[in-house]
């Protein structure tokens, strides 16, 4: 089945770039998504990429896929304080439901 | 149209009870989720409705789960005979139909604690 990978912890500092990194399973997997979660609240979407795209930016976010290798990165520039929240990474073959993944815990030192 | 609201925030409940939560969509959005969130994991999907019809039911719904969406518009997930493990966060999401290249977009949440 559809399996999502995400490191569970990151740390950096305010200023400076943060880099989550996202590995996928399933190669029929069409779209590729950034949440973001914050305490007690839903995901929120960020950004996403179609498979067909190698890179994507939108502001400070800058998406970069691996299709051969089948990673997915999500760079923020510029990391603020802000920041500091979930991240999970997911997948769809573009009308089967998203599968996610376990998050990484983002967090940004003043 | 504010979002996808959901109904309570938060449910304290007895081991045992039922529970009844409800999600409404945005209102164009034809395609509504339930997924299920506990700590330190990402959302599981449960079940999914495109307009009335439920199209597909995870193994996680066991037999004391069911979703229905009667009208199409709000939906709602009961738990029967609530046990501890039931404890988490419910998410719905809803989306526009076809291939979702935007996404889906999440309400808040239900925190179930089961004590």
Request: charged fraction near 20%; aromatic fraction near 10%; include cysteine.
């Amino acid at each position: 089945g559809e399996d999502v990978e995400q490191s569970l912890f990151l740390s950096v500092r305010e200023g400076d770039s943060s880099v989550i990194n996202c590995t996928y399973t399933d190669s029929s997997s069409t779209y590729l998504y950034w949440y973001k979660q914050e305490p007690g609240a839903g995901l929120q979407l960020l950004t996403y990429i179609f498979s067909n795209m190698d890179m994507k930016q939108d502001q400070r976010l800058t998406v970069l896929l691996n299709k051969k290798d089948k990673h997915l990165s999500l760079r923020i520039a510029d990391t603020q304080t802000g920041d500091s929240a979930i991240y999970f990474c997911a997948e769809s073959t573009g009308n089967t439901p998203l599968v996610f993944g376990k998050g990484t815990r983002l967090s940004v030192i003043a | 149209d504010t979002g996808v609201s959901q109904d309570p925030r938060h449910k304290i409940t007895k081991r045992g009870q039922n529970v009844t939560f409800r999600c409404d969509p945005i209102s164009e959005h034809n395609r509504l989720y339930w997924y299920r969130q506990t700590l330190g994991q990402g959302p599981e999907f449960l079940t999914y409705f495109q307009n009335e019809a439920q199209l597909e039911k995870s193994r996680l719904l066991s037999d004391r789960f069911s979703a229905e969406r009667p009208k199409g518009s709000f939906s709602t997930l009961e738990i029967q005979r609530t046990e501890q493990g039931d404890s988490a966060m419910y998410l719905c999401a809803s989306s526009h139909p076809g291939p979702l290249a935007d996404g889906y977009t999440f309400g808040s949440g239900t925190r179930l604690t089961v004590v």
